[in-house]
């Protein structure tokens, strides 16, 4: 007696299995939506992977056309000794470098002062410094064509520089930006309550919380500009071609798309990755600190 009784109970905690036509419809509706899902996956990786194995593949070709003529790495050798590549490598990690450092340090003085102080212009000039982003690249580098011209600089290194710099301040400030709109203001009245002035509080707390959001637009300034075209070859001068601009001189003074560009690219992809890899590694150490 006690047994059925516990078996009821038992059963009736059971969900109900659905059975019938019902069940059979519902579970072939399920399988043609797993397969749909499954086949819009593999033709999207397809879609997105398919001219870098292409790339990757012709790298290694033996002719400059696109017949396949037997495996060789003559491209990569012609790669580590063109002096023009190096030069506009160099050029590229030296704008890079400074042009997102300057932007790093102004956008986020930036971002926290328009975050902390209230004042008339402070609507406007929060709009303001998003326009390089919303504009299109060309009236950028058209502009600051013309503003250097009218200045009448000669146009190099230091107005690539400028420029990547302009472009890339509101990336970082809205990254800082976004950090500062989860900080816990309370944080910083219990340190001034414990004696900690401006300065101290400045270095001691809002930069370390804010940091990650500070390396991440760092990192995205970086990346912005070594891939910057269109507004470098408004603003570049002779001698001061960066990677993508020599690409672009190789491609159109070769009439096309050569091994020797796809063997750089190959070389990019290959960087680019690692870079990844290392920084993921070191954003998880410092999240874990």
Known sequence: MGQSIAAKIITSLRPEKITGEAARHAKRAYRQRLSMSQMVFVFTIFFLFLPLFVLVVYSFNGSTGMQWTGFSLRWYERLIGSRELWRALRNSLIIAVSSAATATVIGTIGAIGINWYRFKLRGYVQTISFLPMILPEIIIGVS??????????????????????????????????????????????????????????????????????????????????????????????????????????????????????????????????????????????????
Do not use: W
């Open 144 to 289: 600051l064509a013309i503003f250097f011209s009218g200045l009448e600089i000669q146009l190099g290194l230091f107005t690539i520089y400028v420029a990547h710099t302009t472009f890339n301040l509101p990336f970082v400030f809205l990254m800082v930006m976004a950090r500062l709109d989860e900080f816990d203001f309370s944080i910083i009245e219990a340190a001034a309550d414990l004696g900690a002035n401006e300065r101290e509080t400045m270095f001691k707390i809002t930069l370390p919380i804010c940091m990650p959001g500070i390396i991440s637009g760092l990192l995205t300034a970086i990346t912005l500009s070594l891939e910057d075209f269109v507004i470098t070859f408004f603003v570049a001068g002779p001698g001061s071609s960066t990677l993508p601009i020599f690409i672009y001189s190789a491609i159109t003074r070769k009439g096309g798309i050569t091994p020797l560009i796809s063997a750089l690219s190959v070389v990019m992809i290959l960087g680019t990755v690692l870079l990844c890899v290392m920084l993921r590694k070191f954003l998880k150490y410092i999240a874990a600190k």
